[in-house]
């Protein structure tokens, strides 16, 4: 079975949810299937996913956020057969309300800037964590001039460094009358306001915010401006690294470019 088919039914019934005919959900790269109140989905890494459901079954919530739970197996563990289980939370993304999306993941952020450093990050070797890499100068470059133009402003930062949420936007689901919930933990080692930055540049970048949200998000946030320029250099590299970018994609980030390049300087 490969990550992008349907979950057996045998995984279901070892998540609680036998019996009950599954969907595929919007989201998750088209990966994640809901029987009744569960949510499955690949895990991508055994060590990040036992991580995180272990960090996320204790986690307290507060009025200003919550987190689906994890759901163990029959047999106890977190993982049937390269999938992972989730409670089923109602709500929607809505990538309109970036300060929204910003204000639930300061408030995720605070609720877990304890945690220690886990070991996965430094192995991971997807896409997404080599980007990360390269956004930090911890790897070179894709030969690219509007990449290489975002990395001459790069400066050191000194904000300290904690787990952070680095996909945001599209993974903070609203329903009325309920907190914030915050779903689809990508996890990164990096400065707090890192979140804010890549919420507010995919925001820009993809939805149709304007250009002067990207100093407006950043008020109060330390280094601000070189977390922006980190965060859209990230996104830059990551459509690199997955082998998708083209000249219609470089149309779409030059304008975003120019204003976090003028913002830096």
């Known amino acids: 079975m490969t990550a992008q088919s349907r979950p057996s039914d045998e995984v279901f019934s070892a998540f609680g949810s036998g019996g009950t005919r599954p969907e ?19 895990t991508g890494g055994g060590d990040e996913a036992n991580w995180r459901a272990g960090v996320l079954e204790r986690l307290a919530h507060t009025g200003e956020f919550r987190t689906p739970r994890p759901i163990r197996a029959a047999s106890g563990q977190w993982i049937e057969a390269g999938w992972e289980a989730w409670q089923w939370v109602p709500g929607a993304a809505d990538e309109s309300r970036v300060l929204d999306v910003v204000k639930a993941g300061k408030a995720f952020h605070h609720a877990i800037s304890a945690l220690p450093r886990p070991s996965f990050i430094d192995t991971s070797d997807d896409p997404w964590a080599r980007a990360d890499r ?57 400065p707090a306001g890192l979140g804010a930055a890549i919420a507010v540049v995919d925001a820009v970048c993809w939805y149709g915010s304007p250009i002067e949200l990207l100093p407006a998000v950043g008020q109060g946030i330390p280094e601000w401006e070189q977390l922006l320029v980190r965060a859209f250099a990230f996104r830059m590299a990551t459509l690199h690294l997955l082998k998708v970018w083209d000249s219609s994609l470089a149309d779409r980030h030059a304008p975003v470019t120019d204003a976090i390049v003028a913002l830096v300087r």
């Open 24 to 42: 595929k959900l919007d989201g998750g790269r088209g990966l994640t299937w809901r029987a009744g109140p569960v949510v499955v989905r690949p």
């Open 134 to 190: 390269i956004a930090w100068g911890e790897a070179p470059l894709p030969a690219d001039a509007m990449l290489e133009r975002l990395a001459a402003q790069f400066h050191p930062v000194e904000s300290p460094s904690q787990v952070i949420h680095g996909d945001l936007l599209g993974n903070v689901l609203f329903a009325e009358g309920e907190p914030p919930t915050i779903i689809d933990w990508a996890p990164y080692w990096r």
